[in-house]
């Protein structure tokens, strides 16, 4: 689907009109936006439009990384679009210059309703021209990313308040996912404040004082965007390296129990062992009392040991 969008001359605004009237020549600046384009919408990149090959294959081809091109008269943009569901990321491209905006998307880009709505609805915009488009079309999709971020650092919040690290191993599987996420957020915000660094920077990027604060705005927010991921992948280390930690202090708490047991048990086994023999002559199983004095020297071993133990302060360690 192909949508239009322009204001002529006479300032006045026009919405979804055939691609024939731009060749009238009575438009101030216009916006055409491929919207899940088909086949034969495709074709007229080249046939309409006359595009360079390059920048049509790059429209063509997935995934691009986001860059900044430049043209004759106009500059191609790829941007970026996070997938809401799986963290992915999906290609915007945009055509501009002073006059016109094409954008080329084959996935659906719900943001750019709210620009033509914007549009539409503020006359106020409609002098700003095509550079002021394209900031807003980038600035929507800039800002989509944030509901994102912000749920999953809700999500790694309460799990930090809730989390049991010794036994809530299900919780730290999900805080592995949220991880994951993360990483493709950060695969997405990196590359595109890299494109709006380059668009500020730009010496062929005309961009007058009022329009270079707006696009600095979109950078503004990539880098605290950056920030709020990094902090938050940061907290996902943390947390498993507290899961991994308390882990360890688990084991080693069940490795000291096993260890005490066994010490205690290798003399009582051992003295069990020698008077199991059944030797004929070995006198003390023969005494009427034999069998209770072994007994309680077993049990005075036993209770020796414990008090060693905690002597040297083993026990300490099942402390919390």
Not at 67 to 84: G, P, R, S, T
Request: charged share 25%; aromatic share 14%; glycine share 2%.
């Amino acid at each position: 689907m192909i949508r239009t969008l322009g204001v002529t001359i006479n300032q006045e605004l026009k919405m979804d009109f055939p691609l024939e009237e731009l060749r009238n020549n009575t438009f101030e600046w216009y916006w055409v936006d491929f919207d899940e384009p088909t086949v034969e919408e495709e074709l007229l990149l080249d046939t309409f439009f006359h595009f360079h090959p390059l920048a049509i294959e790059d429209c063509l081809m997935r995934l691009q990384r986001p860059k900044l091109d430049y043209y004759d008269d106009y500059q191609f943009l790829v941007a970026h679009k996070l997938n809401e569901e799986t963290f992915e990321a999906e290609e915007v491209n945009v055509f501009v210059s002073e006059k016109f905006v094409v954008t080329f998307h084959k996935s659906p880009v719900p943001e750019f309703d709210i620009v033509r709505s914007r549009i539409n609805d503020q006359p106020k915009y409609w002098k700003s021209g095509a550079i002021f488009v394209t900031y807003q079309a980038i600035d929507k999709i800039v800002d989509s990313y944030f509901p994102m971020v912000y749920n999953i650092e809700d999500h790694l919040n309460t799990i930090e308040d809730e989390l049991n690290y010794q036994s809530n191993t299900k919780s730290m599987r999900y805080v592995f996912d949220l991880r994951s996420d993360l990483l493709h957020i950060r695969r997405t915000i990196l590359p595109m404040r890299d494109l709006l660094y380059r668009i500020l920077n730009s010496e062929r990027f005309t961009l007058i004082k009022s329009e270079r604060a707006y696009f600095a705005d979109i950078h503004d927010h990539l880098i605290k965007l950056t920030e709020m991921v990094e902090s938050n992948r940061e907290l996902t280390a943390d947390m498993r390296d507290s899961h991994m930690s308390m882990n360890a202090s688990r084991m080693n708490g069940i490795m000291m129990t096993l260890t005490i047991i066994s010490s205690i048990f290798i003399p009582l086994t051992f003295i069990a062992g020698v008077y199991g023999m059944n030797f004929e002559n070995m006198p003390e199983l023969h005494w009427y009392y034999s069998y209770f004095i072994i007994l309680a020297i077993m049990l005075i071993i036993a209770i020796s040991m414990l008090v060693w133990f905690k002597y040297k302060g083993w026990f300490d360690l099942f402390k919390p």
